[in-house]
C-alpha cells in the first residue's frame, strides 16, 4: 500500500496544544489485579518452530530489524518473537502515555482533556501527547506507573523526551491488555474510550497490524530516528478481532530505508502471525497463577 510520508517528529518534549497551569496528579488509584488461577496456553513446539522458520525467512532479505509479540485473548495463546532487544516506541508510546493519563484520572476527564486525548490518538498530535505526559508527571509519574503494572521491561526517554522511550513488543502487549482487560485497571467507560480512540485513527495511519485483517483499533509510530542515522523506526500495536479470536499484538521494527519499507516490513510480519494463530486448532495448556 502507498502511505503518505509523514514528517512528525515524537521527540517534542512540550505541551502545544494550550497554555493552562499544570498540577501534579495525586496518586493512582491501586491497580486492580485478576485473582485465582489463569489459564494460558503457549503453541505446540511444532508450530511455535514453524513460525519461527517463517518470519526469520521473511526477515532475513529485509532490512534493519524487527520483533512482536501476540496474545490471544481468545485460546489464552501466547507467542513472542526477537524481542530481547529493545525498540524506541516513537508514537506507539502515545498508547502508553492514554492509560497512565486514564490511570490518573480515575475516569475525571475534562472536555479538554478528552480534546487531547483524541488528537494524540486519533491525529498522533505530539504537543497533546507532551502536554498529557506533564500531566501524569512526566519520566518521573510515567515509571511509577510501569512499575505498579508490571511493565518492567521499557525505559522511559530522558526528561521530556517521551518519543525516545524503549520498549518490548510483549511489554507494549501488557500496556493493551491493562488497557482494555475487564478484570483490569480500568472501569468500563475508560477501556470503551480507549478502544473508541483508536478504531478511529485517521484512514492515512490506519496502515501496520490492520494488514492482518477483521475489526482493528490500534495505534502506529513512525520517526526517521537521529541515533539511527535518519533510518526508520516503523511500529504498530492494536486489537484485533481476527476469525474469532481477540487478538493484541504489538509489532517494533528499526532502522528501515523508508517509510514505506518499514510499513510493509511490520504489515508482514503480523499476517504472518495472526494466521499461524488464528489457524492453529490445537495448543498446550499451562496454569497460570496471579
Given at each position: 500500500?502507498r502511505?503518505r510520508?509523514l514528517?512528525l517528529?515524537?521527540?517534542l518534549?512540550?505541551a502545544?496544544c494550550a497554555?493552562?497551569?499544570?498540577?501534579?496528579?495525586p496518586?493512582?488509584?491501586p491497580?486492580?489485579q485478576p485473582v485465582?488461577?489463569?489459564?494460558?496456553?503457549?503453541?505446540?513446539?511444532a508450530?511455535?518452530?514453524a513460525?519461527?522458520?517463517?518470519?526469520?525467512?521473511?526477515?532475513?532479505d529485509?532490512?534493519?530489524r524487527?520483533?512482536?509479540?501476540v496474545y490471544?485473548?481468545t485460546t489464552?495463546?501466547?507467542?513472542?518473537?526477537?524481542?530481547r532487544?529493545?525498540?524506541?516506541?516513537?508514537?506507539v508510546?502515545?498508547?502508553?502515555?492514554?492509560?497512565a493519563?486514564?490511570?490518573?484520572?480515575?475516569?475525571e476527564?475534562?472536555?479538554?482533556?478528552?480534546?487531547l486525548?483524541?488528537?494524540?490518538i486519533?491525529?498522533?498530535?505530539?504537543?497533546?501527547?507532551?502536554?498529557?505526559?506533564?500531566?501524569i508527571?512526566?519520566?518521573?509519574?510515567?515509571?511509577?506507573?510501569?512499575?505498579?503494572?508490571?511493565?518492567?521491561?521499557?525505559?522511559?526517554?530522558p526528561?521530556?523526551?517521551?518519543g525516545?522511550t524503549l520498549?518490548?513488543?510483549?511489554d507494549?502487549?501488557?500496556?493493551?491488555e491493562h488497557?482494555?482487560?475487564?478484570?483490569?485497571?480500568?472501569?468500563?467507560t475508560d477501556?470503551?474510550?480507549?478502544?473508541?480512540l483508536m478504531s478511529s485513527?485517521?484512514?492515512?495511519q490506519a496502515?501496520?497490524v490492520?494488514?492482518?485483517g477483521?475489526?482493528?483499533a490500534?495505534?502506529?509510530?513512525w520517526?526517521?530516528?537521529?541515533?539511527?542515522?535518519?533510518?526508520w523506526t516503523?511500529?504498530?500495536v492494536g486489537?484485533?478481532?481476527?476469525?474469532?479470536?481477540e487478538?493484541?499484538?504489538?509489532?517494533l521494527?528499526?532502522?528501515s530505508?523508508?517509510m514505506?519499507?518499514?510499513i510493509?516490513?511490520?504489515?508482514?510480519?503480523?499476517?504472518l502471525?495472526?494466521?499461524?494463530?488464528?489457524?492453529?486448532?490445537?495448543?498446550?495448556?499451562?496454569?497460570?497463577?496471579f
Amino acid at each position: 500500500m502507498r502511505v503518505r510520508r509523514l514528517s512528525l517528529s515524537v521527540l517534542l518534549a512540550v505541551a502545544g496544544c494550550a497554555t493552562p497551569s499544570i498540577a501534579v496528579p495525586p496518586p493512582a488509584a491501586p491497580v486492580r489485579q485478576p485473582v485465582g488461577v489463569v489459564v494460558e496456553s503457549v503453541l505446540p513446539v511444532a508450530a511455535r518452530r514453524a513460525l519461527d522458520q517463517s518470519l526469520d525467512r521473511y526477515l532475513r532479505d529485509r532490512p534493519g530489524r524487527a520483533a512482536l509479540a501476540v496474545y490471544d485473548r481468545t485460546t489464552g495463546t501466547r507467542y513472542a518473537f526477537r524481542e530481547r532487544t529493545p525498540f524506541m516506541l516513537a508514537s506507539v508510546m502515545k498508547v502508553d502515555i492514554l492509560l497512565a493519563f486514564l490511570l490518573t484520572k480515575r475516569g475525571e476527564l475534562s472536555d479538554y482533556e478528552r480534546d487531547l486525548a483524541s488528537r494524540m490518538i486519533r491525529d498522533s498530535d505530539n504537543d497533546c501527547a507532551g502536554e498529557l505526559y506533564m500531566t501524569i508527571g512526566g519520566r518521573e509519574g510515567f515509571a511509577r506507573v510501569l512499575r505498579r503494572l508490571g511493565v518492567e521491561h521499557t525505559e522511559p526517554g530522558p526528561s521530556l523526551y517521551w518519543g525516545t522511550t524503549l520498549s518490548r513488543p510483549s511489554d507494549q502487549v501488557k500496556v493493551l491488555e491493562h488497557l482494555t482487560d475487564p478484570e483490569g485497571p480500568l472501569p468500563a467507560t475508560d477501556r470503551r474510550y480507549a478502544l473508541k480512540l483508536m478504531s478511529s485513527v485517521q484512514p492515512s495511519q490506519a496502515w501496520g497490524v490492520s494488514a492482518a485483517g477483521g475489526e482493528v483499533a490500534l495505534k502506529n509510530g513512525w520517526l526517521p530516528a537521529d541515533a539511527h542515522d535518519g533510518l526508520w523506526t516503523i511500529n504498530s500495536v492494536g486489537r484485533l478481532d481476527v476469525r474469532g479470536h481477540e487478538l493484541l499484538i504489538a509489532v517494533l521494527s528499526e532502522r528501515s530505508p523508508t517509510m514505506e519499507t518499514g510499513i510493509a516490513t511490520v504489515e508482514r510480519l503480523a499476517r504472518l502471525a495472526v494466521d499461524a494463530l488464528t489457524g492453529s486448532e490445537e495448543t498446550v495448556s499451562a496454569s497460570k497463577v496471579f
